[in-house]
T-cell receptor
Framework: DAGITQSPRHKVTETGTPVTLRCHQT?????MYWYRQDPGHGLRLIHY???????DKGEVSDGYSVSRSKTEDFLLTLESATSSQTSVYFC???????????FGQGTRLTVV | SQKIEQNSEALNIQEGKTATLTCNYT??????LQWYRQDPGRGPVFLLL?????KEKRKERLKVTFDTTLKQSLFHITASQPADSATYLC???????????FGKGTTLSVSS
């Protein structure tokens, strides 16, 4: 299995609070991605990174920011959580862009 | 924008039969298409990638076809087993190559 871990695995937070999710990889893969998965929508890309300090927006980036200061870590921040951000968040890594993605175990975030 | 449709939300078959899942896409034809398996509470797991110049690809009991004229991929599981029960996702690049777009998935249930 690819070495990719997400933390925390579960989180409940209140509306308006900041939340940071962490993705850590030990594969030295260049590309890292954050997706959210919701019933009826499937997996949707939030942000991705193509190298240290190189990031770009995905389909559903509003309300989210990311940072990648080291190859192995990709952080997703919700600056002010809203109930619409209740979801399961997955981090993924690829060696080449958009091929053979390895996913983390997911983070279930509930905003109350 | 590129869209993916996985025609069936759910497919129920008997053990030993062949399961066939369909993935259709619109607009441009991608250079390759991928299939993933997702079990409840876990991240997707990469299964197969098929390129546009490959009509068919096999891996053990799995077979994938890619018809760029019909804009369709078929995913077959032969001699299906209850352990094959899961949600199967197809995925491909958007035209800009910035995102991996996933279908909503087909949930396969194999009964013994």
């Amino acid at each position: 299995d690819a070495g990719i871990t997400q933390s925390p695995r579960h989180k409940v937070t209140e509306t308006g609070t900041p939340v940071t999710l962490r993705c850590h990889q030990t594969e030295n893969h260049r590309y890292m991605y954050w997706y959210r998965q919701d019933p009826g929508h499937g997996l949707r890309l939030i942000h991705y990174s193509y190298g240290v300090k190189d990031t770009d927006k995905g389909e559903v980036s509003d309300g989210y920011s990311v940072s990648r200061s080291k190859t192995e870590d990709f952080l997703l921040t919700l600056e002010s959580a809203t109930s619409s951000q209740t979801s399961v968040y997955f981090c993924a890594i690829t060696n080449e862009r958009n091929t053979e993605a390895f996913f983390g175990q997911g983070t279930r975030l509930t905003v109350v | 924008s590129q869209k993916i449709e996985q025609n069936s939300e759910a497919l129920n078959i008997q053990e030993g039969k062949t399961a066939t899942l369909t993935c259709n896409y619109t607009n441009y034809s991608p250079a390759y298409l991928q299939w993933y398996r997702q079990d409840p509470g876990r991240g997707p797991v990469f299964l197969l990638l098929i390129r546009e110049n490959e009509k068919e690809k096999r891996k053990e009991r799995l077979k994938v076809t890619f018809d760029t004229t019909l804009k369709q991929s078929l995913f077959h599981i032969t001699a299906s087993q209850p352990a094959d029960s899961a949600t199967y996702l197809c995925a491909l690049d958007d035209q800009a190559g910035t995102a991996l777009i996933f279908g909503k998935g087909t949930t396969l249930s194999v009964s013994s």
